[in-house]
């Protein structure tokens, strides 16, 4: 173990507007562990966003961070700028985004059904350490109020709407606050690529993109996400843009000779020129993981036929 102390509190804390923050840790920091594990490794490599939106002294929290100390520098962030009353809503059951829960034990945590079925049918490995593997979080604490498909969330008379949606992982929760245009997405959209766990859904999550464009959201603020980028106030729709073209091609490619050759780049010139994603040099162990899961997938199957594909300038 190095000095972990400094990790854990080079979290930025970034205003997007009057009334919603975003807390950013990763990308550059030292190490919490020196083995090869799920919070180094994925969350703090790739970087992570969680998410405030606050009205007096109320506020709604999006995800619990990868680590409980990240967890209560937020809270206590919020507690000095004179927040009494904690609500958590969570992104999806991966560990990344609920490691902090216990710092909101005695308030309430909202997520999907089956999000907190999934928490609850982990439970154990997810304490003991096997479910990603070490580290453990202990004690899991779960959601205590849960909803399906939709539900509305009021911090005085700012609407913030939950939206239950297959992307990424079939849990997924994005909030959308309509007086703002503002889409907080969690793992459903990531810059540089998406990380794709769940390859049978790839179809389904292509379908439910193009639901996410329907909200015609002006703002949006993925977890994993360049920071400079979220310190610039978000992204815009061509972050989904990225994400449909991305998912497309991949598979349409599925079958190529040299497919698990193919560079992250080769998929995304344009839209890296454009900077409509950005390039990130640890996404790219991302991109060969998905490709292997694509290939397996699809190797004995049809490839399916997507009518989408977002060209530039559109
Ligand atoms: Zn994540």
Known sequence: MRSDAR???EIKAIEINSHTLAFYAGRDWTRII???????DGAMKLGIATYAVFKENKA???????????AMWVKNYLENMGIKQFTVVLSHWHLDHIAGNEVYKDYNIISNALTRELLLKNKMNIEMGCSEGPPEIKPLILPNITFDGKANLYLDNLQLKLLKI??????GTIIFIPSDKILIAGDTLE????YIDEVENLVEHVKNLQ?????????????HGDPMIIEDGGYDQTLIDATINYITRIVSRAHDKDFLMSSMKSYLREEFEQGWVHYYEPYEEVHRENLIKVHDYYKDKELPFFETDYQLGQ
């Open 211 to 223: 639901q996410l464009k329907q909200l015609s959201p002006t703002t949006i603020l993925p977890n």
């Open 34 to 40: 020196d083995e090869p594990n799920w919070k180094d």
């Open 166 to 171: 297959n992307i990424h992982s079939k849990d």
């Open 191 to 194: 810059d540089s690529i998406t």
């Open 60 to 70: 709604v929290i999006y995800d619990t961070f990868a680590d409980i100390r990240q």
């Open 7 to 9: 990790s854990i509190d």
